[in-house]
């Protein structure tokens, strides 16, 4: 029996695990809409970020589908001039997390394995 946590909770055990962050939310692929969100700065539109990563989903998701791949995203990296925005999709793919980390401040192995565990149990 596997073991599923509420996007709410998902959000605060990142934010305790990731204090630093600059946003965080479990983003439905869907409807890109967050189910659960959270910023450490007030200028950081979370929604509107979800919204746009959830193209960023759906667009990669249409290329492998045109592509004929026999893959499923793992997570997605974004490279900026100063943060690292990564996103991980649930096991279902029915949702996903968004994190945005300063770069000098977050190890991305770190990140990484921080979005796996709790992407793992996503429900």
């Excluded at 509420?6 to 869907?30: D, F, G, H, R, Y």
């Excluded at 974004?78 to 996903?96: A, M, R, V, Y």
């Amino acid at each position: 029996m596997s073991v599923t946590v509420a996007p709410n909770q998902t959000v605060q055990e990142i934010l305790k695990e990731l204090p630093s962050l600059v946003a965080v939310a479990v983003v439905e692929t869907e409807t890109g809409m967050p189910l659960a969100a959270h910023s450490n700065v007030a200028s950081f539109d979370i929604e509107t970020a979800a919204a746009y990563n959830t193209e960023v989903v759906k667009q990669k998701l249409k290329a492998i589908s045109a592509l004929k791949l026999n893959q499923t995203i793992q997570d997605i990296l974004l490279t900026l001039t100063d943060q690292l925005h990564l996103l991980k999709l649930s096991p279902n793919g029915s949702k996903f997390i968004y994190l945005a980390v300063n770069s000098r401040d977050t190890n991305l192995a770190v990140a990484r394995q921080v979005l796996k565990a709790h992407t793992d149990v996503l429900s």
